[in-house]
Nanobody, 123 residues
Framework: QVQLVESGGGSVQAGGSLTLSCAAS????????MGWFRQIPGKEREWVAT??????TYADSVKERFVISRDRAKTTISLQMNNLEIEDTAMYYC??????????????????WGQGTHVAVSS
């Protein structure tokens, strides 16, 4: 059973940077789409960015500020978050599914989730 473990959340002032990491274990050697979602209380989980062998896609709200990457073993992804804004405050979740990303933006399309890591941006 694939497991995802996030790390790297924390508190930062607006304009600062944080890097989140997600380590996947027991990942079989097949195509996986992996990515990041975020959620604030009372709101639906929101897609942030995804990556697979052929595509990298970002939500408009984070484009030009966030960078998603994956290691060569394809078992760890990172999210470099720059120029953070107060609106970026949320619980960030790593997600995965055993297929190409194909523009999947809805959280219900992903069946593997990490436990989440919190990011708090203050003024």
């Amino acid at each position: 059973q694939v497991q995802l473990v996030e790390s790297g959340g924390g508190s930062v002032q607006a304009g600062g940077s944080l890097t989140l990491s997600c380590a996947a274990s027991r990942l079989p050697p097949i195509t996986y789409c992996m990515g990041w979602f975020r959620q604030i209380p009372g709101k639906e989980r929101e897609w942030v960015a995804t990556i697979d062998d052929i595509s990298i896609t970002y939500a408009d709200s984070v484009k030009e500020r966030f960078v998603i990457s994956r290691d060569r073993a394809k078992t760890t992804i990172s999210l470099q978050m720059n120029n953070l804004e107060i609106e970026d405050t949320a619980m960030y979740y790593c997600a995965a599914k055993a297929s190409w990303c194909l523009g999947s933006l809805l959280s219900r399309n992903y069946n593997i989730w990490g436990q989440g890591t919190h990011v708090a941006v203050s003024s």
